[in-house]
């Protein structure tokens, strides 16, 4: 079956730090992949996403390239705010079936002053 | 547009009891999804549906029945609740195609005692 794995967190890093948070995912054909940012309390949004191999997906300056040589989707910020504190999952959709996502374990992200 | 709506917000359940969880939406998506959340696990596929009258099996049906009778409304039952069914439990729909994302509602915070 399809599988998603996350870096194992939590992730601690202080404001204007470079963040990565590794996901590899597990999959037959051609996935589309998803980070989505969950905020305290609330349900989960749409970070970014790519649906093809070599595309960038971009948003609030992360960034995540579809790697289908190395099956990766790895997240990327340059500089990190307080406000990115939040839990962060990978995902995956599979070409055959879009009702049967697939969802990483998530990542706690903490930004300190 | 109201997205995706969930009630109750939080529930208290007694081993035994019944009850359903709510989820509409007003997007006019075929896709339905409920997904549980627990600590350290991520998302895990409850149900899902991919139009009205028809629905399948995730990664942990048991113990929950679903129907989807019309296209905004997606109802979870939980017909003898479980110390075991403590969890958030979240609604989400999406359009027909891998490449879209999941909209998510709020969430529902159930113990069962």
Same mark, same amino acid.
């Given at each position: /079956?399809?599988?998603? %794995?996350?870096?194992?967190?939590?992730?601690?890093?202080?404001?204007?730090?470079?963040?990565?948070?590794?996901?590899?995912? %597990?999959?037959? /054909?051609?996935?589309?992949?998803?980070?989505?940012?969950?905020?305290? /309390?609330?349900?989960?949004?749409l970070l970014l996403k790519a649906t093809k191999? *070599? *595309?960038?997906?971009?948003n609030k300056g992360f960034e995540a390239t579809?790697?289908?040589?190395?099956?990766?989707?790895?997240?990327?910020?340059?500089?990190?705010?307080?406000?990115?504190?939040?839990?962060?999952?990978?995902?995956?959709?599979?070409?055959?079936?879009?009702?049967?996502?697939?969802? /990483? *374990?998530?990542?706690?992200?903490?930004?300190?002053? | 547009?109201?997205?995706?709506?969930?009630?109750?917000?939080?529930?208290?359940?007694?081993?035994?009891?019944?009850?359903?969880?709510?989820?509409?939406? !007003?997007?006019? $998506?075929?896709?339905?999804?409920?997904?549980?959340?627990?600590? @350290?696990?991520?998302?895990?596929?409850? $149900?899902?549906?991919? @139009?009205? @009258?028809?629905? !399948?099996?995730?990664?942990?049906?048991?113990?929950?029945?679903?129907?989807?009778?019309?296209?905004? !409304?997606?109802?979870?039952r939980l017909l003898s609740a479980a110390p075991?069914?403590?969890?958030?439990?979240?609604?989400?729909?999406?359009?027909?195609?891998?490449?879209?994302?999941?909209?998510?509602?709020?969430?529902?915070?159930?113990?069962?005692?």
């Amino acid at each position: /079956g399809n599988s998603v %794995t996350q870096m194992e967190g939590p992730v601690t890093l202080s404001e204007e730090a470079f963040l990565t948070i590794n996901c590899t995912y %597990t999959a037959t /054909g051609y996935p589309s992949l998803f980070w989505y940012v969950q905020y305290p /309390g609330e349900g989960l949004q749409l970070l970014l996403k790519a649906t093809k191999a *070599d *595309d960038k997906g971009s948003n609030k300056g992360f960034e995540a390239t579809y790697r289908k040589e190395t099956t990766s989707f790895h997240l990327e910020k340059g500089s990190v705010q307080v406000s990115d504190s939040a839990v962060y999952f990978c995902a995956l959709t599979p070409n055959t079936n879009a009702g049967k996502s697939t969802f /990483g *374990d998530g990542t706690t992200l903490t930004v300190k002053p | 547009n109201a997205g995706v709506t969930q009630t109750p917000k939080f529930q208290v359940l007694k081993t035994g009891q019944s009850m359903t969880l709510q989820c509409a939406q !007003d997007m006019n $998506h075929e896709y339905m999804s409920w997904y549980r959340q627990d600590p @350290g696990m991520g998302l895990r596929l409850i $149900h899902y549906s991919v @139009g009205a @009258g028809i629905t !399948d099996q995730g990664e942990v049906p048991n113990g929950y029945n679903v129907s989807r009778s019309t296209t905004e !409304d997606f109802p979870l039952r939980l017909l003898s609740a479980a110390p075991s069914q403590t969890s958030v439990y979240f609604c989400a729909s999406n359009l027909l195609g891998r490449e879209n994302e999941q909209y998510f509602g709020p969430g529902t915070r159930l113990t069962v005692t």
